[in-house]
Each structure stands twice: as C-alpha cells, then as structure tokens.
C-alpha cells in the first residue's frame, strides 16, 4: 500500500531540522519527501500539524522471555512499545537462563518475530552465565543475528578476562557494551552518596565508582581498539573521561536513561521503590549535566533502560527491593519534558532517541530520508495528560511517572508503513 502523510512537522534528525512538509511510503520505504503531491491511488494520514518523526530505537530494553515470563512478555512488550512511538527494541540478555548461547539466541528470535508488532534485535552475554569468567561464543551468537554483547549490571570484575572478550570481539567487529560502575564500591548500594542519602539511612555509593569503572572500560579500548558503549553514564565527573577518550578518537559512545535525565535523588525521599534504580539517581547538578551532554551530542543515546519488576518484587523495604522501572510508554513524554523546558529542540531529542541508536548499531532506520524504512512515530507533542500506571500496557507496571502530570501523546506509530497503534491510521 501507498501510504501519503501529508500537513506533518516533519523532524529530521540528521539535518537538526523541524518543517512543514509530507511524505510518501511505498513498500514500506520512504519514497518522497517534502512539498510534495499525493500519488494516484495512495492513502492519505493527514497529520493535522503534528509531529513526525523516526520511531524510536530503544536500546538496552528487559524482556522476560525465557524465565520471567509473568514480568514481561514480547507481545506485551511490543505492544508497549508501539504505544510509546517505539518501533525497534534491542533487548538485553540478563534473562534466565542468560543469552549466552546461539540457541537461546535463536529461540528468542524466533518468540519475537511471532509476538511483537515491532522490530526486535538482541544483544547477547559477553561471557557465559553473565559470571565473569568465561568468553561466550562471539563469533557464533554474531552469526546467529546478535548486534551487541553485554553482562548488562554484572560488571566483568576481572580485567584480564574483560580484555581478552575486548580483543575478540575487535577482531571480528562487534559492539560491547559497558555497565560503568566499580563493583566492589558499589555493591549493596542504593543510593548516591551525600546528606540526603544519609538521612535517610540508605546504602549508597559515591559518584566516582562510576568514573572509576569507565575510566577502566575505556583503559581497555585503547588496548584492544573495540567498539564500546557505555550503557548509562550518569555522574558529571564521568564526563571529562568520555570527552578525552572521544577527543582521542577512541571508538566510544555513550547512553543515559531518561530516569537519569529527568529525576533526581530527592524522588526517593518517601522510599517509593518505584524510584529504585541502577544506578541510584543522582544528584540535581548531575542530571543537568546530563542534559547538557545530550545537548551538545557528548551522550549519544537516549534510552528508556525498560526494566519490567512484577509486585513481590517491589513491595518491599527500599533496599531490599529490585532496581529498575519500565519505560517503554513514558519514554517519549518524559523526553518531552526536555524540550518543554528549552534544554533540547526536537531533533536534537530524537538525534539521541532514533538517529544515534540506528547508527551505534548499523541499522537503516532512525532518519527522515528517502530509502530509509518506514518507521515512524506521529505524536501531538503538546497535549496533556496524567499518567495512571494501571493503563500501561506492559506486564509490569512500575513506572515512577505514576501519577505525574505529563506532555505529549502518541498518536500513531508505524513499522514499515504498517500502522502497529492507533486507531484510524
């Protein structure tokens, strides 16, 4: 089918531009775009004057296939993520059993391609179990369609054995992806370091476990020349290192989760485990440094970190409670808050939220051109809304935005020029 979106805004990531324009999907590709007219026969989606942009590749989202199947399913996931405006998942291997080999690798492959109306690709474990000690099959699970290799928070402890996964994976091009974080600082640690933290009576680690351990990631890709991303940087003293090591021409990109971005130590005030996360939120200076990194391009990826927690989990005293938040459906609005507020324009927001991802990662999508696929995301970046954590669609619903009051809807996402949400469309 044809497909005419016509009276859209237009974002363009790659040209950090916003107009008026249409553009036109043939075989799930875009064909046309800019002034121009209807093709015969075509369906026209007039967007009214609302947004168009790439859909959203997510990078670093939690799925509970195999082994937790009752926090989070690829059908609810993808379901989700169609309603968030995010049309490709790159879902992490902390899975039980661990991604750790090609057949799991192919089995949940073959799980999303059958229950997600969205484009699934996975990363797989560095090393087996996700233990630290052994080098998983890099070649193989490469072969068998992994675009990434991550232990995800179990940080490789041991240098050595991190170093030779480095070297392997340089010599055959794949991506590793860090979790900076010193593990012996930081184990046991819930919260960042500083009065409040210890007012509270809460475990906490300093900010420098952080920059201890990218300092140490990025010692080793000098060494070995791999390509690295790190998962979440989160602290400002981390910034200099990430600076130098780019300036120095080293193959290294870094994310930011969008809790880091837009929340900060103080929402953990009323121990709401909701707002339990690894690592802890920061400190306000942080999270504005954050956003000034993404601003100026020094973070190169906006992520949702989608970590589904079913209730026993969460339901427990702050400490003991597991980390993290799902984020599939508030990661969109709760960017908009950047925009909003005047620290990002829009395609500087999907720079980091589409165009980046797509290019760490060598897929087409993720830009408004023609030949590219069909991905699409439209959304009216103003209207409001509260969140109800009860209306989301994943499994889970520990979201820490519930209750929020929020700014930008999606209207309808598209994969390929299929419309996967809304109604209408």
């Given amino acids: 089918m044809t497909l005419f979106f016509e009276n859209a805004r237009l974002i363009d990531p790659e040209a950090l531009t916003e107009t008026i324009g249409n553009i036109v999907v043939e075989g799930g590709v875009i064909t046309a775009i800019g002034a121009v007219d209807a093709p015969l026969g075509a369906r026209v989606v007039d967007c009214g004057g609302?947004?168009?942009?790439?859909?959203?590749?997510?990078?670093?989202?939690?799925?509970?296939?195999?082994?937790e199947r009752h926090k989070e399913s690829f059908r609810s996931a993808g379901l989700a993520a169609a309603a968030g405006g995010v049309t490709t998942m790159v879902t992490r291997p902390d899975t039980d059993?661990?991604?750790?080999?090609?057949e799991i690798l192919e089995f949940v492959t073959r799980r999303a391609a059958a229950a997600s109306p969205v484009n699934i690709h996975h990363m797989a474990a560095l090393t087996k179990g996700r233990a630290g000690r052994e080098m998983v099959e890099i070649g193989f699970l490469r072969d068998a369609g992994a675009v990434a290799f991550s232990d995800c928070d179990h940080v490789v402890a041991n240098t050595k054995v991190l170093a030779r996964c480095m070297t392997y994976a340089r010599s055959l091009g794949a991506l590793v992806i860090g979790h900076p974080q010193d593990p012996s600082l930081s184990a046991g640690a819930v919260a960042t370091s500083g009065k409040f933290?210890?007012?509270?009576?809460?475990?906490?680690?300093?900010?420098?476990?952080e920059r201890m351990g990218l300092d140490r990631d990025i010692a080793l890709v000098e060494m070995t020349g791999v390509r690295y991303h790190a998962?979440?940087?989160?602290?400002?003293?981390s910034l200099p290192a990430l600076a130098r090591a780019k300036a120095n021409g080293?193959?290294?990109?870094?994310?930011?989760?969008?809790?880091?971005?837009?929340?900060?130590e103080f929402d953990i005030g009323d121990y709401r485990t909701f707002f339990r996360m690894t690592p802890p939120l920061r400190a306000e200076d942080?999270?504005?440094?954050?956003?000034?990194?993404v601003a100026e391009g020094l973070i190169d990826v906006i992520c949702s970190m989608h970590t589904p927690q079913d209730e026993e989990s969460k339901r427990l005293p702050f400490e003991d409670a597991a980390a993290g938040a799902v984020g599939l459906e508030t990661l969109l609005p709760a960017a908009l808050r950047l925009v909003h507020s005047g620290d990002l324009s829009m395609a500087q927001?999907?720079?980091?939220?589409?165009?980046?991802?797509?290019?760490l990662l060598g897929l087409p999508?993720?830009?408004?051109?023609?030949?590219?696929?069909?991905?699409?995301?439209?959304?009216?970046?103003?209207l409001p809304f509260v969140l109800d954590r009860a209306s989301l669609r994943s499994k889970s619903r520990n979201t820490p935005f519930d209750g929020q009051r929020m700014q930008g809807r999606v209207r309808a996402s598209f994969v390929a020029g299929r419309c996967v949400f809304g109604e209408g469309y």
Wanted: aromatic share 2%; hydrophobic share 45%.
């Fill in 197 to 209: 933290a210890s007012l509270r009576g809460l475990p906490h680690v300093s900010p420098m476990a």
């Fill in 365 to 382: 999508a993720g830009r408004l051109s023609v030949g590219a696929p069909a991905d699409l995301v439209l959304f009216d970046p103003d």
């Fill in 250 to 264: 080293l193959r290294v990109t870094a994310g930011v989760s969008i809790h880091h971005l837009t929340l900060n």
């Fill in 349 to 359: 927001l999907f720079r980091a939220l589409s165009l980046n991802p797509a290019r």
């Fill in 97 to 102: 059993p661990a991604i750790d080999t090609p």
């Fill in 50 to 67: 609302k947004c168009l942009a790439p859909g959203i590749i997510d990078l670093g989202v939690k799925v509970g296939e195999p082994g």
């Fill in 231 to 237: 998962d979440q940087i989160t602290t400002a003293r």
């Fill in 286 to 293: 942080d999270r504005v440094a954050m956003v000034a990194a």
